[in-house]
């Protein structure tokens, strides 16, 4: 069964816009991570941000900003005033303490189109 | 930042072919993994290691060896490469495990034909 659900293969927004990507997980661990991901269109695939299962604080970075529903195991990405360059793909990630600890899970991930 | 490079970044082999793919990262990081990407599928792990000469198997790992060769590079190889394999294959960095920031090279675009 998948770990790490995007149910959205592919969003489309226009420049300006702002953009929720959804993602739910599956974990029995208390302690865990989830990442967001970005792979561009240019090959790279850069970090975005980073939410702890400890932490209670909205992790923010630039424009890019988490909603995290611990008891409903959900993690959104919240991306403000759109920019063309923001176009790629978007993954969602889950890390988990414990036997799993090696690795991270990826989801499938959600094609972003910006359209100017 | 960290660098994590990837050599080459397109290749196409026959099936039955033999084909190395290289990762070298310059930030002296412990761990170091390999991945594929397939529409349908997110990134998999194939194989990882947490330093020179340790190898561990990912969840992927039929049909591929890895061995890690210095604390900066990481070779994933395919013997007998098959047409299942054709992917987009990352290498990966991070200094402290999973938990930490994963350093991506830009991947390498394999078509087995």
């Known amino acids: 069964a998948q770990k790490v659900i995007q149910v959205w293969s592919t969003a489309s927004r226009q420049e300006g816009e702002e953009l929720t990507l959804d993602c739910s997980y599956e974990t029995s661990q208390v302690l865990y991570h989830l990442f967001w991901y970005k792979h561009l269109l240019s090959g790279e695939m850069v970090f975005l941000i980073r939410q702890m299962s400890s932490s209670t604080a909205k992790e923010r970075s630039g424009r890019y900003s988490v909603v995290f529903q611990k008891s409903l195991k959900s993690i959104s990405l919240v991306i403000s005033a759109l920019q063309p360059d923001d176009s790629g793909k978007y993954f969602c990630?889950?890390?988990?303490?414990?036997?799993?600890?090696?690795?991270?899970?990826f989801g499938k991930g959600t094609h972003l189109h910006v359209l100017p | 930042e960290a660098a994590v490079t990837q050599s080459p970044r397109n290749k196409v082999t026959v099936t039955g072919g033999n084909v190395t793919l290289s990762c070298r990262q310059t930030?002296?990081?412990?761990?170091m993994y390999w991945y594929r990407q397939d529409t349908g599928h997110g990134l998999r792990l194939i194989h990882y290691?947490?330093?020179?000469?340790?190898?561990q198997i990912g969840d992927v790992p039929d049909g591929y060896k890895a061995t890690r060769t210095t604390q900066e590079d990481f070779f994933l190889l395919l013997e007998l490469a098959s047409p299942s394999q054709t992917s987009l294959y990352f290498c990966?960095?991070?200094?402290?495990?999973?938990?930490?920031?994963?350093?991506f090279g830009k991947g390498t675009r394999l078509t087995v034909v």
């Open positions: 990966a960095s991070s200094d402290k495990g999973a938990n930490t920031e994963v350093f």
């Open positions: 290691s947490y330093g020179a000469g340790n190898l």
């Open positions: 990630a889950l890390w988990e303490h414990g036997t799993n600890a090696y690795k991270v899970i």
């Open positions: 930030n002296s990081h412990n761990y």
